[in-house]
């Protein structure tokens, strides 16, 4: 299992709207990405700026896999209203992913 974590930013004051968002995430959404192998995920915030961790097979597949996913396509419209656009991808990223240099188990 891979451990990823990758950065996404929130509109300026998104913020609140997009925690009550998450307190009440879609049963259909949680199973998806259960389905499809994401655990251990979590999502942090400090301000505008979020950290989200997760592990999983393979990322890439596994995003390949539900990125069409009706349930998923719905839930990233609903989202999308509190994310400010993607900056600083490199090639080939889907978001800003970060590299882990220390890990303690």
């Known amino acids: ?18 925690d009550k968002a998450h307190k009440s995430v879609w ?10 192998g994401i ?9 505008d700026l979020l950290v989200l961790t997760m592990r999983v097979e393979d990322f890439e597949a596994t ?5 069409n996913d009706p349930v998923n396509v719905r839930w990233q419209r609903a989202m999308s ?9 490199r090639l080939g990223e889907r978001f800003p992913m970060m590299e882990e240099v220390f890990y303690l188990a």
Do not use: H, T
Not at 39 to 47: C, G, K, L, T
Not at 63 to 67: D, F, K, L, M
């Open 1 to 18: 299992m891979q451990r990823v974590a990758f950065l996404l930013r929130l509109k300026n004051g998104a913020g609140p709207a997009y």
């Open 27 to 36: 049963p259909e959404m949680l199973d998806l990405l259960k389905r499809a």
């Open 39 to 47: 655990s251990e995920y979590s999502i942090f915030r400090r301000d």
């Open 63 to 67: 995003w390949s896999r539900i990125e």
């Open 81 to 89: 209203e509190f994310f400010a656009p993607l900056e600083d991808l």
